[in-house]
């Protein structure tokens, strides 16, 4: 079994900062892709950055040149660098990560449990 855990969420300023980590543990043989997902209330859940394991990453127009997706495969880390936070960009923000569990398994999706990130004056 896997399990991503989400930290880094708050509640920040408009034009602040926040950075996510999510940590991926138990029985991990690799790790593909890595993703950020949020979902604000009333609406459904959006993409918001990928990262391959090769770290292309790919992200949302909402957030592009704003956020920043990084990771260290040593620690089986994702990072959500987030500047120039919007009241817009509230939200809880989930973890996802494509994981093969060892040689032979199937890769299965996890999801962590979510971090709330609220833009508030």
């Known amino acids: 079994q896997v399990q991503l855990v989400e930290s880094g969420g708050g509640l920040v300023q408009p034009g602040g900062s926040l950075r996510l980590s999510c940590a991926a543990s138990g029985s991990i043989l690799y790790i593909y892709s890595m993703r950020w997902y949020r979902q604000a209330p009333g609406n459904q859940r959006e993409l918001v950055a990928t990262?391959?394991?090769?770290?292309?990453?790919n992200y949302a127009d909402s957030v592009k040149g704003r956020f920043t997706i990084s990771r260290d495969n040593a620690k089986n880390t994702v990072y959500l660098q987030m500047n120039s936070l919007k009241p817009e960009d509230t939200a809880i923000y989930y973890c996802?990560?494509?994981?093969?569990?060892?040689?032979?398994?199937?890769?299965?999706?996890?999801w962590g449990q979510g971090t709330q990130v609220t833009v508030s004056s």
């Open positions: 996802n990560a494509d994981v093969k569990a060892g040689f032979g398994s199937p890769l299965v999706d996890y």
């Open positions: 990262i391959t394991s090769r770290g292309s990453t």
